[in-house]
């Protein structure tokens, strides 16, 4: 390992010395106040052995991974000329900790170092210029507009990605594109729940370093050596704490400290301290809906026996003489940034999935497309009752309706036509859809509504809607269509 002063702007960087150079020359506060030695704990030191040039860490909280891309992209940044690096937190007061934590490991440098390649012109507003090096290092917020945009950056970091605000996914498309065709990539979470980007990008990464993908890294809490409590004794073991000991050779003041997890955190044990990279993304979040019953009945589906207009109608069940069938629609203003407009077509009798529509539709073609699914689910022995949610652009799409001849098919509710969605009528619908989702999982067809369910989020006060950069309308459109459907039975 050569002495960081000969290498500092020299353009010699070595990835495989990072943990003797963090060792030597960075400095970091630990958990009780004091400035001490970056030394490589055991989930630091088992990321460097695996890292790729992509790289995404799910992990428990507190594991230092943070701390440590931190002192590896500060590293690459002095020694680098002409690199940005970006940390990206996900929100301002992560952010300002993380400069913090940068800036200390500058101050910590040699003074000769700080007075001379690496003096500062800037190191404010989460700022760090080298100007003798042209190089560069930001911390940033994923609630800073525009975040990343415009740049050509050599190192990334997307801190708690799970945890971004607004639409994580749109705002991690564009930092990825200003990342340099060589550069690093590390995006990094705990769990919170089975959906949003952070979610999606762990479910495409690859075991082991490859050329596509990112490579996954997984550090449960058991990994950081701090992460203990008072001895339990071995007779008292569970079923489930023998598994653990056997598979993770923990000790009994490893099983001490979770059982303190357990009565500290009740739900949010899986959430802060994961033990498994599967199931602790069912275990946390705040949906809606049984995510068990989701990912079961995902794993049995198969592809549409038809699909029409791009894809954006699929058929799974063919009309069947006899049958009587309900069109639900939830509607949407159209445009191509807007909602999306959904119609899912119900069997009156059975409640089976048979068809689904989800494209961004203007209230005139909306109507043009439900009379369609209406003909073609309706026969002699009785037409498809049409249902409505008759909120916002609903009135439009009731308007051409009537004109359309099929106004004797339009479902009334209180002597209205349409469906109202409100405080009284949703928390209904949606709870009726979730115990369907448990006890009749058979009924549902469509892999793009069950991946809405799986996004559909309970918040304050009660209040339920799709996690942000999801949508929810196909959710809304089968609720409807099985909340009359019981209303009609």
């Known amino acids: 390992m050569e002495n960081l002063m000969d290498i500092v702007g020299s353009g010699r960087w070595n990835p495989d010395d990072v943990v003797g150079l963090a060792e030597r020359y960075l400095k970091v506060r630990n958990r009780t106040g004091k400035n001490v030695k970056l030394i490589a704990n055991a989930a630091q030191l088992e990321f460097e052995r695996r890292r790729g ?11 230092g991974i943070t701390t440590w891309v931190a002192g590896r992209f500060f590293l690459n940044t002095i020694i680098k000329p ?7 937190a996900h929100t301002r007061a992560a952010a300002e900790a993380i400069f913090r934590t940068v800036q200390r490991m500058w101050e910590n440098l040699p003074e000769e170092l700080r007075k001379g390649e690496l003096v500062r012109s800037r190191a404010n507003v989460r700022q760090m210029v080298f100007p003798k090096m042209d190089s560069e290092f930001r911390v940033v917020s994923a609630c800073d507009e525009g975040a990343g945009r415009g740049m050509s950056i050599q190192n990334l970091h997307c801190s708690e990605l799970s945890r971004w605000p607004g639409d994580a996914a749109e705002t991690l498309a564009g930092l990825r594109a200003a990342l340099a065709p060589a550069g690093e990539l590390v995006l990094e979470s ?28 997984f ?13 339990v004794h071995r007779s008292s073991l569970t079923e489930q704490e023998c598994l653990l000991v056997a598979k993770h050779n923990l000790t009994e003041q490893q099983i001490g400290f979770r059982r303190s997890l357990e009565r ?3 739900k949010l044990r899986s959430q802060e301290f994961a033990e498994d990279a599967e199931t602790c993304f069912r275990a946390t979040g705040n949906c809606c809906f049984e995510i068990a019953a989701i990912e079961q009945r995902l794993a049995e589906l198969v592809a549409p026996i038809e699909t029409h207009r791009n894809g954006a109608l699929q058929i799974y069940c063919p009309a069947l003489p006899g049958r009587k069938y309900i069109v639900a629609a939830d509607t949407a203003g159209g445009g191509s940034d807007g909602d999306f407009a959904a119609v899912q077509v119900i069997d009156r009798e059975t409640g089976k999935q048979c068809a689904e529509l989800q494209e961004r539709l203007r209230p005139v073609d909306l109507a043009h497309a439900i009379v369609e699914l209406a003909k073609m689910y309706g026969d002699a022995l009785g037409e498809a009752l049409i249902v409505v949610e008759r909120n916002n652009h609903g009135s439009g ?5 009537q004109t359309s001849g099929c106004a004797g098919q339009l479902y009334r509710q209180r002597g209205q036509e349409g469906w109202l969605t409100n405080e009284a009528s949703k928390p209904d619908a949606v709870s009726r859809l979730g115990v369907l ?3 009749r999982p058979e009924i549902f067809a469509s892999k ?25 309308d196909l959710v809304m459109a089968m609720a409807i269509a099985q909340a009359v459907r019981a209303e009609r039975m």
């Open 264 to 266: 500290g955190y009740g």
């Open 190 to 217: 705990t769990p919170n729940g089975a959906y949003g980007a952070f979610y999606n990008e762990w479910e495409g990464g690859v075991d082991d370093c490859g050329q596509q993908g990112l490579v996954r890294h």
């Open 219 to 231: 550090f449960p809490w058991w990994m950081e050596p701090a992460y203990i409590g008072p001895s």
């Open 53 to 63: 040039q992509h790289n995404i860490v799910l992990k428990a909280r507190q594991m």
């Open 397 to 401: 799409v009731l308007a051409f309706l």
């Open 448 to 472: 793009r509504l069950l991946g809405e369910c799986r996004t559909y989020l309970s918040g304050e006060y009660g209040k339920t809607g799709a996690a942000n950069g999801a949508h929810d």
């Open 82 to 88: 002409g690199t940005l690096t970006v940390q990206v």
């Open 437 to 439: 989702l448990v006890e």
